[in-house]
Structures are given as structure tokens and as C-alpha cells.
């Protein structure tokens, strides 16, 4: 049987392999015959895989002591951790989204991923509205180095601010900088996508619940599925899109909602994305009674 995937004996790494979305890809990529290098604070027991590497994304030295642990060349890499902002505070929240992905892009596997490889993010169809906001995170993005990039984030806003609105604006920076950045990347033949997901039933449900005002409204936002996706459904195009099958997409971020996101684009549902999320206000005692209260009455 042709490999159409081409992953088997392909050297893949994983962040967030432990749970949800970075758990199935795992499973994928084991099944698919992989080398499969599973990351994550928690430990990963898939059968298969090739090893665990305990991280904090949020510790640059400790990304650096997970990649001593990497093989010197990768093939496939699948960036999925990430944190809702609900129980972490707005610098984790950033740091784990945002600048561990660039950390990592740019320390690592530039000089890490093979001619004819591949890279792909999740992110957010929470990070839609990318282009219009470019102010709000930008100079965080072309900050150079983990130091640069967490001192512009901390004249962004206070550690206590809002953290659902830093993980919306990590999210929105992530498609920004692997927009601008693919083109770097497709000249060393190796490609770079995103894949945005839309409301999906992972470990993260009840603290999007929290922020929406129940599951019934999270369902709202999960197009006009009526069910909120599986961790499997979002798995399986990032698996696609960072495979052979994919071999003519690049720069590419893929939404999988249901149809939500054209909906909006058809008005016929509100974007409630389409708002800045970084006015210093956002950080006050005042707003968080005013969402507080929201979502109390909504």
C-alpha cells in the first residue's frame, strides 16, 4: 500500500502531545508509522511513540533542555500546546502561545528542520482579524529574543490583565508571524502552516464555557454543527496539511469550524472576534466586573 501521508520513518515532534488535539495527532502519526518525539508538561503513554520530553513552554531554558533531547534533524513539527488564558495568568498565557512557538521557530527549527519538511501551528479561529489589528501585538512579534519579546509583552499589559484577551492576541500573533514567515522557510524548501480550530471538546472546555456564559453558547460558535468538534476533527486536517498530501500548500491558515467563520463573513452571524483586545483599559478592575457581569446576564 503507498504511504500517500509519507510520515513512516519520518522524524515528528509534538508539543501538547498529552491531551486532546496534540494526543490524537500523536496517535495519528503512531499509526502512520512515525518517529514520533511526544512534548508536554504531563506525561505522554501513548504506545509507539518514540520518546517523552517533559517541558514548560513557559521557561526558555527548558525548551532549550527539551531540544538537547531532539534528534538534529526533524522532518515534521506540530506545535499544539497552548492555555485558554481562564487559569493562567496574561504573561504565561502569551509566553506559552506566542513566544515559545517563535522561540522555537527561529532558535531551533530553522536550523533543525530538513529540506522537504514541514512545520504547522494550531491556533484560534479566536485569532481571526489578524490583519486589522496588527498594532495590538506587532512589536511583541518583531521583538528578536525571548528577552525582547517578554519585555515588550510586559509594556503590553500588567501579569494580571484579562487572560482570555492574551490568549486571543497570542493567537492573533501567531497568524501574523506565520504569514510573514513561511516565505523564509519556502526557500529552504520546507513548508510552514496554521490550522485555526473552531469550539472543540478538549480539555479546555469548561474554562471556554467559563468565558462564554455555559456550553450552549460555546455551541454557538462551533458553526452550524450544533455539537461542539472533536479533538480528532481538528487532528486530522493538521495531520493533512503538515503531510505529503499537502505538498503545494505553504503560508497557508486553514479554518475548521463548520462554516462558522464564512457565516460571518456572510454576516450572518456577529463576529464577536472582530474588536481589539489590547487597550490598556481591558486591564482594569472595572472591565473584568463588566464582562463579569455580562456574562452573568447573558
Known amino acids: ?20 488535539m496534540g494526543k490524537a495527532v500523536t496517535e495519528m502519526l503512531v499509526d502512520l508509522g512515525a518517529q514520533v518525539y511526544a512534548l508536554d ?12 520530553i517533559k517541558v514548560n513552554l513557559g521557561e526558555k531554558q527548558s525548551i532549550d533542555n527539551a531540544f538537547k533531547e531532539l534528534p538534529q534533524q526533524i522532518d515534521k513539527f506540530f506545535g499544539i500546546a497552548g492555555l485558554s488564558g481562564i487559569k493562567t495568568d496574561y504573561y504565561v498565557t502569551f509566553t506559552v502561545n506566542f513566544i515559545a512557538n517563535k522561540y522555537m521557530t527561529e532558535e531551533y527549527l530553522d536550523k533543525r528542520v530538513i ?12 485569532g481571526m482579524n489578524w490583519e486589522k489589528y496588527q498594532w495590538e501585538y506587532k512589536k511583541i512579534v518583531i521583538a528578536g529574543t525571548w528577552e525582547a519579546m517578554t519585555e515588550a509583552l510586559h509594556k503590553k499589559a500588567p501579569k494580571d490583565g484579562y487572560g482570555p484577551f492574551a490568549y486571543v492576541l497570542s493567537k492573533r500573533a501567531m497568524n501574523y ?9 519556502a526557500k529552504k524548501n520546507i513548508r510552514m502552516n496554521y490550522v485555526m480550530p473552531g469550539s472543540t471538546d478538549t480539555g479546555m472546555k469548561a474554562e471556554f ?17 450544533g455539537r461542539l468538534a472533536e479533538s480528532r476533527e481538528m487532528a486530522e486536517p493538521l495531520v493533512f496539511i503538515n503531510s505529503d ?3 503545494f500548500i505553504t503560508g497557508y491558515g486553514l479554518i475548521v469550524d463548520y462554516g ?6 456572510l454576516k450572518l452571524k456577529k463576529d464577536l472576534q472582530k474588536m481589539p ?7 482594569t478592575k472595572l472591565f473584568k466586573y463588566i464582562v463579569q457581569k455580562y456574562i452573568e446576564r447573558s
Open 277 to 283: 483586545v489590547g487597550f490598556k483599559f481591558y486591564h
Open 115 to 126: 529540506n522537504g519538511g514541514s512545520i504547522a501551528y494550531i491556533t484560534s479561529t479566536g
Open 177 to 185: 508571524y506565520v504569514s510573514t514567515k513561511f516565505a523564509h522557510f
Open 260 to 265: 462558522d467563520q464564512t457565516m460571518k463573513t
Open 41 to 52: 508538561m504531563n506525561e505522554v503513554t501513548i504506545p509507539g511513540i518514540n520518546k517523552f
Open 245 to 247: 498530501m499537502a505538498s
Open 1 to 20: 500500500m503507498k504511504d500517500y501521508f509519507g510520515y513512516e520513518g519520518k522524524v515528528c515532534v509534538v508539543t501538547g502531545a498529552a491531551s486532546g
Open 209 to 225: 464555557e467559563k468565558v462564554m456564559g455555559g456550553e450552549d453558547k460555546l455551541v454557538k460558535q462551533a458553526g452550524i454543527a
